[in-house]
C-alpha cells in the first residue's frame, strides 16, 4: 500500500505538462539582476560596488546573521549598480546589476561532468562548503542548509527525509534532475547523512512519477553497491493526494510521527530536505559550485512551448520567456510556483532567485474566480485539512478580529496549501482571509516573547 498523510489532502489534476521536457541550458542574458534577501533570514550585505568586475562563482553578498547566506555571481562581467529593484512580488530589494561580458569562473570549481563519488569524512569541510557556496533549501523556504544540519545539542536526528514528491500541478523540474541527475541527487544525500549521523535516508517520490522512482531506486543501488558511504539509503513510493510534499505531511507518511503545534522537523528526530537542494549540496561539496543556477519549469496550457531550463540566478524573468517566444495573448497571470501555493508575478522585469522553480501562465478563465456564496457548514474545508483545522470557524474569527480564540484554534499551523479554497462549494476565499490572519497571530506570538527595550 502506497504511503500517504494521515489528515486531509485534495486531489487535483496534476497538469504534469511539462514532463517530457528534457532540461534545456538557457543561454546567459546580457544582464542580470540579483537579489541580496533570496534565503530565508536576513539580506546579505552586498561586497561589491558599481564599477567592479566579478566573475562566475564570487561572492558579492555576505551573510548578516545566523539564518543568512552567501550570495555569488552567476555571471561575469562589470558591475553597473548596487541599489533597490523590485522582485517578484513587487516589493523594492537590494540588487547587484552586472552587464555580461564573458564566461569565466572563479578558481576552484569544477565545471566538468565528471561524478565525484566518494564521501569526505571531514563533517565541517562538508558544512563550510555547503554554507561558503550559498546552499539554501529549494523547496519553498530557502532556509541555509548548514543551519538545518546543525541541529541545536539537544536535538537528535535519526532519519533524512528527501522530498521528491513535487505535489503541486504542473511543476516538473525536481522531477526532471530525478531522471537526469538522480546520481548525484543520491551524492548529496549521502553527504548530508554523514553530516547528521543518521543511519536511514528516505527519498518520497508520488506514484505518478514512475519514471523517476526507477532512475532513483537505479542510483541508489548502483552507489551501494559500489561505493562507501551509501548504505540506509532507500526510494519510497508515496501516493499521489495533495500536499504530500509539505514538510509535516511528508513526516507523518514516511515516519508515522506527529510535528506538534508550532514544532519543527528535528522535534521528532527528522531532517528534511527537497531533491534539488541535495543536488545542489553535490555540487557545493564535490565541485566547490556556488548555487548560482536552478532548474525552472516554464508551463501552462496557453503556453505553446513547455519547458524545463537551466537558468542563471539573476535572469530576467521576461528574457525566459521571451526566448521562448513571449508571452501568449490568451494568458491572463503569471505566476511563481504552482496553482496551489504559488504566488502571482507583479513584475516580469524582475529577476529569479535561488528558490524559483517555475514560470506558469494561467488564463483568465483559470484564474476567475466564481461568485462567493454563504457558508453552508458543509465541514469539506475541515476535511480537506491537512492539518487537522477548521477553516469555516478560522474564517468567522478572523472577519471578526478575534486574535485569542484564532490562536486557540491554531491559525498559526495553516501551512497556506490552499486545500480549503480547494474544496469550498461556497467559493469563499478561505486561504486569502487565514493567511492574513494566520500572519497577524504570528506576530502578537512573538511580541510576547521579543526582549523588552
Known sequence: MKKTFSIGG??????KISAGCAIEVLPTPKKVYISMAQHLGGPAKATVAAG????????????????????HSSVTGTVKSVGLRKDLAGIPVIHVEIDVEDDEWMDGIDTTDTIVREIPQDTKFILDRIRNNGVVGLGGATFPTNVKLCPPPDKKADILILN???????????YRIMLEKSEQIVIGAAL???????????????ENKPEAIAKMKEAVASLAAGTAGYSGIEVMTLKKKYPQGGEKQLIDAVTHRQVKSMGLPI???????????????????????????????????????????????????????DWLGGIPETAAKAVSGGPMMGKAIANMDAATLKGT?????LTEEQTKRKPETNCIRCGKCAEACPMGLEPFLLNKLAKNRMYDELEENAVQDCIECGCCLYSCPANIPLLDIIRIAKGDVIRIIRSRTAPKK
Do not use: W
Not at 10 to 15: I, Q, S
Not at 164 to 174: I, Q, R, V
Not at 192 to 206: D, Q, T
Open 192 to 206: 548530508m547523512k554523514h553530516v547528521l549521523g543518521v543511519e536511514r535516508v528516505v527519498i518520497g517520490i508520488e
Open 164 to 174: 521528491g514528491a513535487e505535489c503541486e500541478p504542473y511543476l516538473t523540474s525536481d
Open 267 to 321: 522535534d521528532v528526530g527528522v531532517v528534511v530536505q527537497n531533491v534539488a537542494t541535495s543536488l545542489a549540496v553535490y555540487e557545493a561539496v564535490q565541485k566547490n559550485k556556488p548555487l548560482i543556477d536552478n532548474t525552472i519549469t516554464v508551463t501552462g496550457e496557453c503556453f505553446p512551448k513547455q519547458s524545463n531550463l537551466l537558468v542563471r540566478v539573476g535572469t530576467p524573468l521576461s528574457y525566459i520567456v
Open 52 to 71: 567592479d568586475k566579478v566573475k562566475t562563482g564570487q561572492v558579492i553578498g555576505e551573510p548578516t546573521g545566523f539564518i543568512s547566506a552567501f550570495v
Open 357 to 361: 522553480s517555475s514560470i506558469l501562465f
Open 10 to 15: 485534495v486531489h487535483p489534476d496534476d497538469k
